[in-house]
């Protein structure tokens, strides 16, 4: 089983940005896409995707982010990174990686962003 640890989150003015990161404990090749995940505050379990990218580099985006936020990989370090700009409040919430489709048991604790105004 692989184990996702996020990391990278803090307390942000608008406008600006951060970086996550996601280590992999280990590569599981079964999974062609990874991608990060929201969980906005009062939407309870609810994770919505946010960013994707696939082993060659096929990279996609929600709406509410595109151009704002860069999903990339580093194969050999087995981490995922999100680079994001231009934050806005409603960027606030936990940040998860996951498989695309996400996969119940590789959820880690996540990462709390909050951007304020």
């Known amino acids: 089983q692989v184990q996702l640890v996020e990391s990278g989150g803090g307390l942000v003015q608008a406008g600006g940005s951060l970086r996550l990161s996601c280590v992999a404990s280990?590569?599981?090749?079964?999974?062609?896409?990874m991608g990060w995940y929201r969980q906005a505050p009062g939407a309870g379990d609810q994770r919505e995707w946010i960013?994707?990218?696939?082993?060659?580099?096929?990279?996609n985006y929600a709406d509410s982010v595109k151009g704002r936020f860069t999903i990339s990989r580093d194969i050999a370090k087995n981490t995922v990174y999100l680079e994001m700009n231009n934050l806005k409040p409603e960027d606030t919430g936990i940040y998860y990686c996951?498989?695309?489709?996400?996969?119940?048991?590789?959820w880690g604790q996540g990462t709390r962003v909050t951007v304020f105004s």
């Open positions: 996951n498989s695309v489709p996400h996969r119940d048991d590789y």
């Open positions: 280990k590569r599981d090749t079964s999974i062609n896409v």
């Open positions: 960013a994707g990218i696939s082993w060659v580099w096929t990279t």
